[in-house]
């Protein structure tokens, strides 16, 4: 009989803790109703204390999913786990995750405590928690960094008081791969009681290792792996959902079984791509463009005799149709529907219209329209409603001449121009933006990445932007790149405190 593995995604709280990646309820209901269908076990929603927005999406992820477990983060501070409750009040299955650090790194410089008043902290807390919900999980800050005689000590204490799943994070990156599985081991033969909870696995990519961190951790004992689409995540990101359960599609000798449903790993990854403005790396596992790509002669020719000789994963399996549908100016509603859908994305007939005449301007600029471009033009759509909207660009630059840059802005109905000269046509054209809106802004962050290939390229503009001691993150897409850099400081500035 098989063992079974649960998935707890994260990707709708520690991956949306990357910078300029933050959603707003309505996509992050998104996210979640498609990581229903994937099959995850349990979707951790949010840290409801941490913002009203945070708080508002726990409850409509509550609202939104029938069947996986929905938790809520806290510190073991009994005001958190009161919110995280409240928020949690719809959800059909409840979880509060709940812990503390414990390495002596945090007990010393993060709480300035001793070992002793973190355990009784940690104790308290899951006690706390229990009054409200049966789920209970309990983690060690910075376990990676722990010693496992303390570790264990902590940990049998919270199972004592309640605690269903106790995660191990690897906080920092830190440890290597077998360091990682023994001390999950440590935990399994040390812990009186640790078969009354489920050990989690909780691993970052600060070296590279979040995986194998991870999967050495279910080798040797942990029956719950936490995870994000993408690998997105704090810092270098944590382990990658896809990664994990194509491992264990590929290795079924192990006998550990997932409830996801492997097809729906690429719709989900570009979804999530998509809505977070994060491309994916093309050398990225498992959903890469380039992970079932073949350049090398003799690979080229080892695939078309027989195609297991390189691959060992069929694209099918994660939901890659290998047989796509070419887009072109001279495609249908239907074909551009499908594509949509491959990519995660359902759209109604009225919203297929709009996104339909976008993409048949965008169509004539380009030979062909690939993916990343029809999930750029779905969401371009949520520019319609900004106060600030770009009306029109003109820019003059070449080799031995001064960049002249003219502009036109819609500002909530009312028509404005100006006109700039710059080093260069970007600085030219956001030096025109300037003049009409009157602000100190600097620009902290100006990132250019093509998002298909060719001299017809659409490319991604990110852009990060500080005005009155806050940082705000914008992006813009478009074919031509000054205009998608203008675009992005537009969306920086749309999103600016009131």
């Not at 079974?4 to 300029?20: A, K, M, N, S």
């Not at 909780?202 to 194998?212: I, Q, S, Y």
């Not at 499908?338 to 169509?363: C, M, P, Q, T, W």
């Not at 029809?374 to 009306?391: F, N, P, Q, S």
Request: aromatic fraction near 6%; charged fraction near 25%.
């Amino acid at each position: 009989m098989s063992d079974r593995l649960y998935i707890f995604d994260t990707t709708l709280r520690d991956g949306e803790q990357v910078p300029g990646c933050q959603l707003n309820t309505v996509e992050k209901i998104q996210v979640a109703k498609q990581l229903e269908q994937l099959g995850v076990d349990v979707i951790e929603a949010g840290f409801p204390i941490s913002s009203p927005g945070d708080f508002n999406s726990v409850i409509e992820i509550s609202k939104a999913v029938t069947w996986p477990t929905i938790c809520a983060l806290t510190r073991a501070v009994q005001k958190d786990i009161d919110v995280a409750y409240d928020a949690l009040k719809y959800a059909k299955r409840k979880r509060i995750h709940t812990g503390i650090g414990t390495s002596d790194s945090h007990i010393k410089y993060k709480f300035n405590s001793t070992r002793e008043e973190i355990i009784e902290r940690a104790v308290a807390a899951v006690k706390y928690a229990k009054k409200y919900v049966e789920d209970v999980e309990f983690y060690a800050e910075d376990a990676g960094r722990t010693d496992n005689e303390y570790l264990a000590r902590v940990i049998e204490a919270v199972i004592k008081a309640g605690a269903t799943v106790v995660n191990i994070p690897d906080t920092t990156g830190y440890c290597l791969p077998q360091e990682y599985g023994e001390k999950i081991k440590y935990l399994v033969e040390h812990v009186d009681g640790i078969d009354k909870a489920i050990i989690s696995t909780h691993c970052h990519n600060d070296l590279g290792m979040a995986t194998a961190n991870t999967f050495s951790g279910v080798i040797n004992g942990a029956r719950q792996v936490e995870v994000t689409i993408n690998g997105i995540g704090e810092r270098a990101g944590n382990t990658s959902l896809e990664e994990i359960a194509m491992i264990l599609k590929c290795h079924k000798h192990l006998n550990i079984d997932t409830n996801i449903n492997t097809t729906k790993i690429y719709p989900i990854s570009r979804m999530v791509s998509s809505l977070m403005n994060m491309p994916v790396q093309p050398n990225k596992a498992i959903v890469g463009r380039n992970a079932f790509a073949h350049s090398s002669g003799i690979h080229q020719d080892g695939v078309l005799k027989n195609v297991k000789t390189y691959e060992i994963i069929d694209p099918k399996d994660i939901g890659l149709d290998d047989n796509s549908i070419v887009l072109t100016a001279r495609s249908g509603r239907a074909a551009l529907k499908h594509r949509l859908n491959v990519n995660g994305i359902e759209v109604s007939d009225e919203k297929l219209d709009k996104i339909y005449e976008k993409f048949l301007k965008l169509a004539d600029q380009k030979k062909e329209v690939g993916d990343a471009d029809i999930l750029m033009l779905a969401g371009a759509d949520t520019a319609e409603a900004h106060a600030v909207k770009l009306d029109f660009l003109q820019v003059t630059t070449g080799m031995g001449v001064k960049s002249v840059a003219s502009i036109g802005l819609d500002i909530s109905g009312q028509k404005f121009e100006a006109a700039s000269t710059g080093n260069g046509p970007v600085d030219a054209a956001i030096k025109a933006l300037k003049k009409i809106i009157m602000k100190q802004m600097t620009l902290k962050e100006f990132t250019i990445q093509a998002i298909s290939k060719g001299s017809d390229d659409v490319g991604k503009v990110h852009m990060q932007v500080e005005y009155d001691g806050s940082m705000y993150y914008g992006f813009g897409a478009n074919t031509d790149i000054v205009t998608a850099s203008v675009e992005a400081y537009i969306d920086c500035i749309n999103k600016f405190k009131k």
